[in-house]
């Protein structure tokens, strides 16, 4: 099989597309490879004002795809969170910073690690190497870690990200704050976003114990905006819970300037699981934990420790 297809999460973030978008120009100068950069879903708001900014295209719509082909996960290794085109026998390398938890029949490349972003992770393999990243490469990764890490603040930042920050920055030469701004403007903006979208432009599936847990996130700069409709947010929770048999449901809205995250509790399961994990009041279907932004590093291992019991 030569084709190799790049390939991020559903419900694709900015990290995602730019971690495929980059990978093709490490597929050719670091592997020696062709690749084709592709996205499983459409993009959010974030991502578009990147590309948009950046003057980059967007990556192919892998639903376009035909045939077999080799595949290179970036961003994710959950099944759930798997493009349903990726054939899982054909996945040949993963290159991710999530808890690693993909089985394969046969050896693959694989490189995880703890760091904020994948987008990190890929501008590392090059610094490795002593590879030249292209001026439009190095924008883009900045974008993505910037994006993961919420401008550096998220827990889940390491010292290697800030240095890595500064380092794309040498050639991308980028006013950071202002771009972080706009990006964090648009990450924030409803215009043309459904309560639909809403909830699924951030939604991931997780295996915790034996049930089957959905987490989305809104991460906004304006928390009022969304809680607005948090009537509608928290009827469409209950019929998609029930529609994809999900054991529980989550909804979290964060607070990226405060630094906090309002935790939407559809049903007592929900309840019951948050009051024993995260412990805090739950007031008008909704409970507050003061510092908690990250899903990755705040809320899927606790939740997951308590439903492997
Ligand atoms: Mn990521």
Known sequence: MNKIVIIGHKNPDTDSIVSAIVGVELFSKVFGKEALACRAGELNNE?????????????????????????????????????????????????DHHKFSLKTEAPIFCATQYIGSTASLIAKMFFEKNIAISESGCKLLLAGILSDTLNL????????????????????????????????????SLEGISVSEIINLDYKVFEMGTLKVGIGVWETTSPASVNEKQAAILKELVIKKEAEKMDCLFFAVIDIIKQNCQLYLIGEAEKKLAEKVFGGEIENEVMILPGVVSRKKQMVPQLTEELSR
């Open 47 to 95: 991502t578009k004002f990147v590309l948009g900014e950046i003057g980059v295209k967007a990556p192919v719509d892998i639903e376009t795809l035909t045939g077999d082909f080799s595949v290179a996960l970036v961003d994710h290794n959950e099944a759930g969170q798997i493009s349903g085109k990726v054939d899982c026998n054909n996945i040949d390398y993963v290159i």
């Open 153 to 188: 603040t998220s827990p889940t930042t390491t010292e290697e990200d800030r240095v890595l920050v500064s380092k794309l920055n040498e050639t991308a030469k980028i006013e950071i704050d202002g771009f972080v701004a706009g990006m964090f403007a648009a990450k924030s």
